[in-house]
């Protein structure tokens, strides 16, 4: 057994860099204080930390967005979305916090709305069969990602998309998800098991494939 | 197979190529700009809890200096000095829950229904040490009467303890709303000690406890009202 499933996976980590023509580069986000830093800039007025934070934090959201079998033309919308109400609740964000899993706690809390209005829609209309078969979902990011997280209930998803593939440590991905450190290490413990499962299935089927042929 | 291993393949899977359409970034940009002013952070979190824990007292108080403090007047010193103190001490912690919930990304230690569950037990526990009168005379009257009298306290100290919060944001309306609910039970408790004379155990275990999680499901109902409408809105 490896490190805990829990634990930030460093080479999963990468610092963003900002457009060319912005003043300012955004490496090691994750050691917060720039993020920090500009989030009480934004707070200010400052225009210019609100285009950096913009190119810098939307890529991450719309991958978390990606992360939920979404497609691309929905994560941007929800992008957008998640964007406005990041201006209009700008003031809780309270300066010396994490920045980082106050923009996730918005951007969840944005898909959640999402979600329950489509499941609503597609109840109201009574079309569900028809929209699976006439409307099949825009191709979106790699279909592996899709395959490897398909075992995994909503919430665990979730949490490994946080975790591993946006490098969040387990504290930030409680205060995103509003839960405590000790249940986000109970999902993650769980998810893992799971992923190993399938994939151990998945390994053996594609050996016994490779030795029948 | 190793965890690592899991993890190699999740990074391999997430792959790159995922950069967003910079059109969409210039709307965003342009969408806040013109709204773009300094806004005042929100005030620290015990300040917070402490005007909601204020507005909760004031609202038993003023309650029961409407209604008569016939309750703390048929107290003891022992009784008075376990379950004002406790109910204080509720309060206190409930009100620090109720404004993380109010604040998006707070560090959460007990669920909402924990929250719930463990005042509505550590009342329990208070008041089945306290009160050992096991008569149960015109338990459905008086209970009912108490219960209603606690929930009419209640709710205007949920709704000024919503206003003391209102300018946070809460990711998750229904939980905010039990966690709101369960504090103004909490106020609707204490109005009860101060007023209710009847001291049979019964009573106050059943009816007057029952007030905290009636009014933690009324506050739920309201978050949970909230977050429709707010969705349909969208």
Redo the contacts between chains.
């Keep these: 057994?490896?490190?805990?499933?829990g634990e930030r996976?460093p080479?999963?980590r990468k610092g963003v860099e900002v457009g060319k023509d912005s003043s300012e580069t955004f490496q090691g986000m994750h050691s917060g204080e720039n993020l920090e830093r500009l989030m009480i800039r934004y707070?200010?007025?400052d225009?210019s930390a609100?285009?950096v934070l913009?190119?810098s934090m939307?890529?991450r959201l719309?991958?978390f967005f990606?992360?939920k079998s979404m497609s691309r033309a929905d994560a941007?919308d929800l992008?957008?979305?998640t964007?406005?109400r990041i201006?209009k609740?700008?003031?809780?964000?309270?300066?010396g916090?994490?920045a980082l899993?106050?923009f996730?706690?918005?951007a969840?809390?944005i898909r959640v709305?999402h979600y329950?209005?489509s499941i609503?829609a597609v109840a109201g209309e009574k079309v569900l069969e028809e929209i699976s078969k006439s409307a099949p979902s825009t191709p979106h990011?790699?279909v592996?990602?899709d395959?490897?997280l398909e075992p995994l209930s909503e919430s665990q998803r979730e949490i490994?998309a946080m975790l591993?593939?946006e490098g969040m440590s387990l504290e930030e991905v409680?205060?995103?998800t509003?839960?405590?450190v000790g249940s986000v290490k109970q999902k993650v413990h769980r998810a893992?098991k799971k992923?190993?499962e399938t994939?151990?299935i998945r390994?053996t089927k594609k050996w016994r494939s490779g030795e029948l042929a | 197979m190793k965890n690592e291993h899991i993890d190699e393949l999740l990074m391999k899977a997430a792959g790159e190529g995922q950069d967003v359409d910079p059109g969409v970034l210039e709307r965003i940009g342009d969408s806040i700009k013109p709204s773009l002013r300094p806004v005042r952070p929100l005030p620290p979190g015990w300040l917070m809890a402490a005007g909601v824990v204020v507005v909760c007292a004031a609202v038993s108080l003023a309650g029961a200096a409407r209604a008569g403090f016939s309750g703390l007047a048929k107290m003891n010193v022992l009784e008075r000095s376990l379950i004002f103190p406790a109910l204080g001490l509720l309060a206190c912690l409930v009100a620090v829950s109720f404004v993380r919930q109010m604040i998006p990304a707070s560090r959460v230690r007990v669920s909402p229904g924990g929250v719930l569950g463990l005042t509505s037990i550590a009342l329990f526990a208070v008041f089945a040490l306290l009160f050992r009168d096991y008569r149960t005379s015109h338990f459905i009257s008086a209970g009912i009467i108490c219960l209603l009298t606690g929930l009419l306290h209640a709710v205007p100290a949920g709704l000024l303890s919503w206003l003391v919060l209102r300018r946070g944001f809460a990711v998750d309306p229904v939980s905010a709303g039990m966690v709101g609910g369960t504090l103004a039970g909490l106020a609707g408790v204490g109005l009860l000690e101060l007023h209710c004379p009847n001291f049979q155990a019964t009573h106050i275990l059943v009816w007057h406890i029952a007030v905290v999680p009636v009014s933690a499901a009324i506050g739920a109902s309201f978050g949970w009202i909230a977050r429709y409408r707010a969705s349909s809105r969208g």
Excluded: N
């Design positions: 057994m490896g490190e805990h499933p996976g080479y999963l707070q200010e007025g225009f609100a285009t913009i190119r939307s890529p719309h991958r990606l992360a941007s992008l957008q979305e964007w406005l201006h609740v700008r003031h809780t964000y309270r300066p916090e994490p899993p106050w996730y706690a918005i969840r809390h709305d329950r209005k609503r990011q790699t592996e990602l395959a490897l490994i591993k593939i409680a205060r995103a509003s839960s405590s893992y992923l190993r994939i151990g390994d």
